[in-house]
Structures are given as C-alpha cells and as structure tokens.
C-alpha cells in the first residue's frame, strides 16, 4: 500500500520510517512549492486558511503518485482545523480520486476509535502490535533527534561568519538522520549532526538578541508559509526559539515547562480555550518575557480566528511585561520582500530597546 | 559644503532629499516611480547632478522604500534601511518629542509608536491593501478628480456618506451603490476617507496608543481629506511635517550622515551613475519546484548583484 501524510517542517523524515517500516511503501509528500499552492488554492473554498490550501495541495501532489491512504490529524475545540480532515477528503473524492482517508483524533477522545485505526494502518502490512510499538519509539527518537538538531541550528545561526553555512550543514544532518535505521544509528546521526553544527565558525564574544516565534502551528512549522521566517532572523544575527516542536510534549522545555504551565501564565489574561494554539499564543509570550527574551513574533494564517482572538489581548500583555511583539499574517504571498522590511523594522526596535537598557 | 544623499524608492512615488550637515534640506524632489525604479532612479540622478550647487559635496547616500537594495546597488550606498526606521529617524530628528507616526504611502501604511524618540511598537499593513495612496489613485481617477483636489473636494462635504472600508473591492462597489442612490460627489469623496481611515484605525492602529504629538506623513498627507478625517477618528490634532512627503528619504540620509561619520569610508558612486546602463534580467531557476524568479543586476554586462531566489545559492555565488 502507498502511504502518505502531510508535509510539516521536517517530520516527514520520521513519519516515512514509519510508513516504510510498517510494510508499506511512503509517499514523501514534496517541500511545498509555489506549485503546492496553486493546487491548493485552486480546489479549496476561498475562505479557508492557508494551512488549508497547502494541505490540500500536498494531498494532491502526493495523490498523482499513486498514494492508496493518507494519514492525517482531526482536532479539537472551536478552530475550524478539526474538520479539514473531512473536507479534504470529500473535495478530493470528488475529483475523483480514490483512496482512503485516515484521520487521528487525540486518542482520550476515543480510545477505541484510536486503536481500530492504527489496527487499519498495520494489518495490511502484516505487521503485530509488539513490532508496531517498537517501531514507533525508534519513529519517536528519529523525531527527537530532529528537533534537537533543528533547535540547535537556530542557536547556532546567529553566530555565523560564513552567511548561509548553518542552511547548508543542517540540510547534511537531516539526510544523516533520514539515512539512520536503527536506534543506535539514529543516535550516532544525531551525534555527528551536533558535532558538525557545532563545527560552524562562529562569532566571539557576541550576544545575539533573542526572539519567541509563536502562532498557529502549521505557520510556525513550515518555512514555505512563513518565508523562512528563522533563517531571516538568523542570518539577521538574531537568534530564535520557536514555541511549538512535535516533540514537546516529551522534550525538556526550558522556557515553557510544559502545556500546564503555559494555560496557568495565560490565566490572568486568557481563561478559556479559544481553539488552536490561541492561548499558548498568550502564555508563551508572557513565558518569553520572564524568561529575558528580547521579542516575540506571532505568525497567524489570515482569517484564523484564534490567533485574532490573541493578538486582541496581545498588547495588553506586551505592556505589562514590557515585552515587543510583532504579529505577521500569512495568506498565499509568496514575495519575501514584505516579511524582511518588517523583520528589519522590528530588529532596529529591539536593538534600540536592548541598548536603551543600557546593556 | 559637505551633504548627504537620502533615497526612498517606494511603489508610486521615488524621492531624493540633499540635507546638510546640520539637516537641512537644500534639495528635494518627488517624482513618480511608475513601474520603472531603474530608469526612475536615474533620472533622480540626472535632475540632481543638473540643479545642485556645484559646492556641494556628497558625502554619502542611504537608501529606503521597497526598492532599496536596487537603488543601494545602483547610486553605491553607505546604509540600506527598511522604511519603518527611516521615517521614525526622520521624525525623531524633525519633532523630537513626537510619539505616534501614522504613515501612509501608495502601497502600504504604517504606524509607529515612539516614546523618548525610540521606536517602541509599529505595525504596518499586511494581506491587504485597502487604505492606502494607490487605492485613493484609482477611485480618483475612476471618478474623473484629479488626486490633487480629492482632498479639497471632501473638505467641502456637509454630510459624509458612509462607505465601507473593510476591503478596497468592497470600498468601490459600496461607492458606485452610493453614487447610483444620487449622493454629491463631495459627500461621496468624503465618505470615502473617512472609510479610509477607520479601515487604518482598526487594522494597523489597532491596539496601539496613539498618543500626542501625532505626526502624519507620507504621499496621502498632502490630502487634506484624510488629514480632516483623522483629526476627525481621534478627535485629537494631527500634525504635517513640512517635508511630509519626503520623510523617508530624510530619514535615510541621517542614516548615511551617521554611518559615514562613524565609518569614514563613503561608497557614493557619484550622479554619473546617471549616465551607466544599468539593466534587471531574470530567470527562472529549475532547482526545485519553487521555480524561483532570480533577478540579475547588470552594469553594461558586469553582474553588480543578484536577488529573488528563495534558497540563497545565487545570491551566495554573486
């Protein structure tokens, strides 16, 4: 069976060790492309966001291959992402495409449900429950040291001499860890990528400033839609510390310490779930300003009513923890040239601001 | 006389601005861009190098506006700087104790908020571009005003029609809804305004402190429609810098003055770059299937610098 799943930053390197060793053959969905977009948007309802639009274009891509399931998630509370799942696949059908949509809800929505879906990924590859788990921890560390590799090269970048090295030496790391089989060999992967990161010339006796990057998930992940938004930065010299990694839930934390925290950072300000990652939007902005962060960036896919709901509440917290956040709202531009002004502009402010302190 | 340089090439209007070493300005000019930076530019150069003192002496020149780096490239600039730090330079050099800067140019607006002369919070318009100069353009045209009485036709207005600003598509049909009922055209052009500027009030100025003194600015300052509508909105006084249309060029000779005071060393390359042939050609780069536009800057058939690809590695191997 051809399997495939939607394109999110760089997970696609482990859900194919997934896919691949669960007996099937993965359908790697392509980097998103100017090509991805007009697919999406072609075939879409024009008020849908544009996580939206690129998620329906990458099935599309991956559906010209020959793809028989897609695997995707549903989602809970008022963010109209829930039933993308549903209307993806009733636009596709309709087009005549013939294939099996699998969507995941959080399993405590319903265990059952949960489990006769995995059972509907595995069986026709023949492969057991036990051989399921296993293979899904070594998913889950290829995942990590994905991550682990992307976060360092967010602090890394910042300090280069050379412009665009870091770019180059972390697109290496991902082919080794996509190369890695084994737990042991993913674990060897990821030692080398740090060595190899860690081997960048870097500037001395320099302390970048530090930028949160927050928002709606599928605009934080996927550097198509939010024009690259950390390497500019980090090519600016400014580090940056995205909030949301697939990971987190497992991951140490430094800053946010987990959900709970973030939920209890917003309280004061936010107390009821507003859908997406519209009070992590709040929490962690309040989270970056405790925790000596220079500013935060808030990405939003335009129309989406979670993030509008937080960058109402924004400025109040902006103020009170003296804390600058920009907020940039993404839709189907595909023109750097507006997202650099506005990075420059807002780099001059915390320049300003830092020197301003007197630091 | 030692001077600098300041360029801010934007959407629809290029300007040049010659202060001294103390800020004044000895030369301006605003011309249109029209689709053309490069000729534009030029042209910028030629009418400087034919109007200016012969004691004049440039020491260095800065660049802002969307086409920045091109004119940087071209005329050889000290400091190539985003048109938000530009105007608040120029602001916090012309009314020092200014706090609110609401700008408004041909494609986008934007406000700035200063406290002590520091930026502290900007905003500027992002998916849409509904209030701004190049919408008023087109109404103005499309109701047969020249832009440069729009602005005194809606003073005349005894009772504006309201018009919905929300989308410039919507704006313009809400408008010929209006007209066909029989509204004047003053009430009209009015209507139109005020649209404009709660549309800028609820979009960039959202959630910001717009605080005294507030210092308006850009091409649309010369309309004294918005101006009105503004005092109007925030039922507080708005003022017009002088050299309002100019600031951003201002604000980019600062830049150069300082970064030439500190550096020494002036990449000027003189108002003879009015004469070179400079040409942008590009291609399409079948690396991926991004298919990235990749634009070449060439003086005569020297590649002078390059831009436009998503990845770096052309820009990397200019």
């Given amino acids: 069976m051809k399997v495939s799943f939607p394109h999110m930053g760089t997970s696609h390197i482990a859900f194919k060790h997934l896919i691949e060793h669960l007996g099937h053959e993965a359908v790697v969905p392509p980097n998103p492309s100017k090509r991805t977009l007009s697919l999406g948007v072609q075939h879409s309802p024009e008020f849908a966001c544009i996580p939206f639009k690129i998620l329906l274009g990458s099935y599309l891509e991956v559906l010209e291959q020959g793809t028989d399931m897609i695997i995707s998630s549903g989602g809970v509370g008022p963010c109209r992402a829930g039933i993308y799942g549903l209307l993806h696949e009733k636009i596709l059908k309709s087009l005549g495409y013939d294939f099996e949509m699998l969507i995941f809800e959080p399993p405590l929505r319903g265990v059952g449900d949960f489990i006769s879906k995995i059972g509907r990924v595995i069986k026709p590859g023949g ?29 890394i970048r910042p300090y280069e001499i050379t412009k665009g090295e870091t770019s180059r030496i972390f697109d290496q790391c991902l082919y080794l860890i996509d190369q890695a089989q084994t737990q042991g060999e993913i674990e060897e992967a990821k030692i080398e990528s740090e060595r ?57 934390n430094t800053v946010f310490d987990g959900e709970k925290n973030i939920k209890k950072a917003a309280e004061p ?14 929490g962690e902005t309040i989270l970056y300003a405790k925790n000596g962060f220079d500013g935060v960036v808030q990405l939003a896919p335009f129309t989406c009513i979670p993030e509008i709901v937080a960058k109402s509440i924004l400025p109040e917290v902006s103020k009170k923890f003296n804390i600058p956040v920009m907020t940039i709202f993404l839709d189907e531009q595909t023109g750097k040239a507006g997202v650099q002004t506005r990075v420059e502009a807002f780099v001059d402010l915390l320049e300003h601001k830092r020197r301003g302190k007197g630091a | ?144 005003i020249p832009i440069e009485e729009f602005g005194n036709l809606a003073l005349q207005s005894e009772n504006p029609v309201r018009i919905a600003g929300r989308c410039s598509v919507f704006a313009e049909s809400d408008m010929i809804h209006k007209q066909q009922l029989g509204h004047n055209l003053e009430d009209i052009v009015a209507g139109l305004c005020e649209a404009l500027v709660r549309n800028y ?16 600015q850009g091409g649309v300052a010369a309309n004294k429609g ?26 980019a000779a600062y830049l150069a003055k300082n970064n030439y005071l500190q550096t020494g060393v002036s990449k000027f390359k003189g108002w003879d770059m009015a004469d070179q042939n400079f040409a942008a050609r590009s291609f399409e780069c079948k690396g991926c299937p991004n298919l990235c536009e990749v634009i070449n800057i060439f003086q005569d058939d020297n590649l002078i610098a390059r831009w436009g690809g998503r990845c770096g590695k052309w820009e990397h191997a200019c």
Wanted: with cysteine; aromatic share 6%.
């Fill in chain 2, 201 to 216: 009030l609820n979009n960039v100025g959202k959630g910001k402190d717009i605080l005294e003194p507030i210092v308006f």
């Fill in chain 1, 196 to 252: 190899k990161l860690n081997a960048i010339k870097q500037k001395e006796g320099y302390t970048p400033l530090k930028v949160g990057i927050i928002g709606e998930i599928y605009v934080v992940l996927e550097p198509f839609i939010n024009l690259d938004i950390e390497k500019t930065f980090g090519e600016m010299g400014v580090e940056t510390h995205r909030s949301i990694y697939l990971t987190d839930w497992t991951r140490d």
């Fill in chain 2, 226 to 251: 918005i101006h009105a509508a503004f005092e109007k909105a925030l039922a507080k006084e708005v003022m017009i810098p002088t050299e309002f249309s100019v600031m951003g060029a201002i604000g």
């Fill in chain 1, 269 to 282: 300000h936010l107390n009821q779930l507003i859908g997406g990652h519209g009070i992590n939007s709040i």
């Fill in chain 1, 127 to 155: 492969v057991g429950w036990i051989e399921f788990i296993r293979v899904f921890k070594i998913t889950w560390k290829k995942l990590l040291a994905l991550d682990e590799t992307e976060i360092l090269s967010h602090r």
């Fill in chain 2, 1 to 144: 006389m030692d001077c600098y340089l300041g360029f801010d090439v934007g959407s629809v209007s290029t300007n040049l601005v010659v202060i001294t070493e103390d800020g004044q300005v000895v030369e301006r000019l605003y011309i249109r861009t029209k689709g053309q930076p490069i000729k534009t530019i030029k042209s910028g150069l030629e009418y400087m190098r034919e109007n200016l003192d012969n004691s004049i002496d440039i020491k260095a020149a800065g660049t802002t506006g969307s086409a920045r780096n091109l004119t940087g490239v071209i005329v050889g600039a000290n400091v190539i700087k985003n048109e938000i730090t530009a105007h608040a330079v120029a602001v916090s050099r012309e009314i020092p104790n200014a706090q609110t800067i609401l700008e408004i140019g041909g494609q986008d607006s934007k406000i700035i908020v200063l406290r002590s002369g520091i930026v502290t919070d900007f905003a500027m318009n992002t998916v849409c571009a509904a209030g701004t100069g190049s919408f008023l353009d087109q109404q103005a045209s499309r109701l047969g």
